[in-house]
Nanobody, 113 residues
């Protein structure tokens, strides 16, 4: 049974940075395509970034040039580096084994002055 645990969320001022981590256990991490999603209050969940098992990446238009997804297969971990944060980035961020029902518990990111 694969389990995902996110960390790294918090409160940050506009223009600041955070790095989210998602640690996987119970599976063969290196073969998974991984993704970060977010759900803002009153909005639908949206795909933020995706990284394939070969480390190809894609991003939502709203975060291109500001967010970077990466993975470390030796540590069974996927990261989301978030720079130039905006209030509209406020959401609960979730890690996902892409195209599966395997989700982490989520980590809150709040961007506010």
């Amino acid at each position: 049974q694969v389990q995902l645990v996110e960390s790294g969320g918090g409160l940050v001022q506009p223009g600041g940075s955070l790095r989210l981590s998602c640690a996987a256990s119970g599976g063969v991490f290196s073969i998974y395509n991984m993704a970060w999603y977010r759900r803002a209050p009153g909005k639908e969940r949206e795909l933020v970034a995706h990284i394939s098992r070969g480390s190809s990446t894609t991003y939502a238009d709203s975060v291109k040039g500001r967010f970077t997804i990466s993975r470390d297969n030796a540590k069974n971990t996927v990261y989301l580096q978030m720079n130039s944060l905006r209030p509209e980035d406020t959401a609960v961020y979730y890690c996902n084994v892409h195209s599966t029902t395997i989700w982490g518990q989520g980590t809150q990111v709040t961007v506010s002055s």
